[in-house]
T-cell receptor, first 110, second 114 residues
Framework: GEDVEQSLFLSVREGDSSVINCTYT??????LYWYKQEPGAGLQLLTY?????DMKQDQRLTVLLNKKDKHLSLRIADTQTGDSAIYFC??????????FGTGTRLTVIP | DTGVSQNPRHKITKRGQNVTFRCDPI?????LYWYRQTLGQGPEFLTY????????KSRLLSDRFSAERPKGSFSTLEIQRTEQGDSAMYLC????????????FGDGTRLSIL
């Protein structure tokens, strides 16, 4: 079945790196995604990684994928106050729709 | 490219009333998805369309819910005889036809049932 788990909260100081972790269960997932949601808004696609990759870097964002352990992480370098939001990990689990975790609320302390 | 557009942004209604939401996907995106997000949770899949065909419905989509995409462009989601438990954010997303392209979301419609 599809079960995506994330820790609920993360606090970091401005300028530090943030690491948000996610575990998923379905090995048939071909893509894994990170979305950002600000209060009252929809989901903004941040980045995504194909399952045969180990790492993807995009400016301040680094995604690491450990397919053996079904573990995905998102690292945000030089975290800014504007990065405060809820971050969702999602997998496609071989289906047409996405399965989301409960989200990690990132708080950046000035 | 104006992104996925959803209307209204907020809807407040009394229990038992019918409500309808609209989603305009990114132009030329053939696939359109509806999700529901309750407070403190991630989005949950409701249904999706490939052009005008509704290809999949989740068990969350009770018989009070109906979605349409008559011309393969915009879509509507109607909830009949609303209940307290229908209070949620309803999100729409779209992708091109190619599988595994990332889904792009609109800002959602927040429904509050009094």
């Amino acid at each position: 079945g599809e079960d995506v788990e994330q820790s609920l909260f993360l606090s970091v100081r401005e300028g530090d790196s943030s690491v948000i972790n996610c575990t998923y269960t379905d090995s048939s997932s071909t893509y894994l995604y990170w979305y950002k949601q600000e209060p009252g808004a929809g989901l903004q696609l941040l980045t995504y990684i194909f399952s045969n990759m180990d790492m993807k870097q995009d400016q301040r964002l680094t995604v690491l994928l450990n397919k053996k352990d079904k573990h995905l992480s998102l690292r945000i370098a030089d975290t800014q106050t504007g990065d405060s939001a809820i971050y969702f990990c999602a997998e496609n689990a071989g289906a047409n729709n996405l399965f989301f975790g409960t989200g990690t609320r990132l708080t950046v302390i000035p | 490219d104006t992104g996925v557009s959803q209307n209204p942004r907020h809807k407040i209604t009394k229990r038992g009333q019918n409500v309808t939401f609209r989603c305009d996907p990114i132009s030329e995106h053939n696939r359109l998805y509806w999700y529901r997000q309750t407070l403190g949770q991630g989005p949950e899949f409701l249904t999706y369309f490939q052009n005008e065909a509704q290809l999949e419905k989740s068990r969350l989509l009770s018989d009070r819910f109906s979605a349409e995409r008559p011309k393969g462009s915009f879509s509507t989601l109607e909830i009949q005889r609303t209940e307290q438990g229908d209070s949620a954010m309803y999100l729409c997303a779209s992708t091109p036809t190619e599988s595994n392209q990332p889904q792009h979301f609109g800002d959602g419609t927040r429904l509050s049932i009094l």
